[in-house]
Nanobody
Framework: QVQLVESGGGLVQAGGSLRLSCAAS????????MGWYRQAPGKARELVAT???????NYADSVKGRFTISRGNAKNTVHLQMNSLKPEDTAVYYC??????????WGQGTQVTVSS
């Protein structure tokens, strides 16, 4: 099992920045990909960004150039630096981890609210 704990959400004005962090515990040696997904009210959960243990990253088109994902040296933490935030970025952001066996684990979510 893998446990994920997020931190760093909050309220920010449009154009501002926030940094989300997620720490994994448990069977962390099994983790391959870590990333962030988000879900806005009335919408499906969507990919924001992912980072593999090999260093490759993947971003949703809507956040490219504004958000940056990074992994900690110990590979069991992942961060999301969000700049130039827009009201449409408002959502609950979930940390996710995929193991080498293709099992997915999810954090509880952290609210990000961007006011116009």
């Amino acid at each position: 099992q893998v446990q994920l704990v997020e931190s760093g959400g909050g309220l920010v004005q449009a154009g501002g920045s926030l940094r989300l962090s997620c720490a994994a515990s448990g069977m962390i040696f099994n983790i391959n990909v870590m990333g962030w997904y988000r879900q806005a009210p009335g919408k499906a959960r969507e990919l924001v960004a992912t980072s593999s243990s090999g260093g490759s990253t993947n971003y949703a088109d809507s956040v490219k150039g504004r958000f940056t994902i990074s992994r900690g040296n110990a590979k069991n933490t992942v961060h999301l630096q969000m700049n130039s935030l827009k009201p449409e970025d408002t959502a609950v952001y979930y940390c996710a981890a995929e193991t080498y066996g293709s099992r997915w684990f999810w954090g509880q979510g952290t609210q990000v609210t961007v006011s116009s």
